[in-house]
């Protein structure tokens, strides 16, 4: 299955999407903040991002933006009790706003491995 990274400060949270994306056959691997999550995404390429937006050391919202300037970027949903709009234009595949049901989890998570759609292969 899929190399999948969990960007969560929520213990509790972090451990229960580990728990349940492991129980779907995924590779997961967890950190804790934004410095975290960019060391990992660089040496282990993961092919999907779980991403808060509030965390510690560095905001999701820069992880994400630096995320964007990167090639091949990993497809990112964002997780977060925060409103959509404050990500403004940043290419996102998939966003939950917390709480969210264990349905909507899978459901983001699937269509964002889907394979994306690139200017060379989009015709």
Do not use: W, Y
Request: charged share 30%; net charge negative; hydrophobic share 45%.
């Amino acid at each position: 299955m899929s190399r999948i990274l969990i960007v969560e400060d929520e213990e509790i949270l972090a451990a229960a999407l580990e728990d349940i994306l492991e129980d779907e056959g995924h590779h997961v691997r967890m950190a804790r903040n934004g410095l975290e999550s960019l060391e990992l995404i660089a040496r282990e390429r993961p092919e999907l991002v779980l991403l808060d937006l509030m965390l510690p050391l560095m905001d999701g919202l820069t992880v994400l933006k630096t995320l964007r300037r990167e090639s091949p970027a990993p497809a990112v949903v964002v997780v977060t009790s925060c409103e959509r709009a404050v990500l403004g234009d940043v290419p996102i595949q998939g966003f939950l706003r917390k709480p969210f049901s264990l349905d909507a989890l899978l459901r983001a998570v699937k269509a964002a491995l889907l394979p994306r759609r690139t200017p060379s292969t989009s015709r």
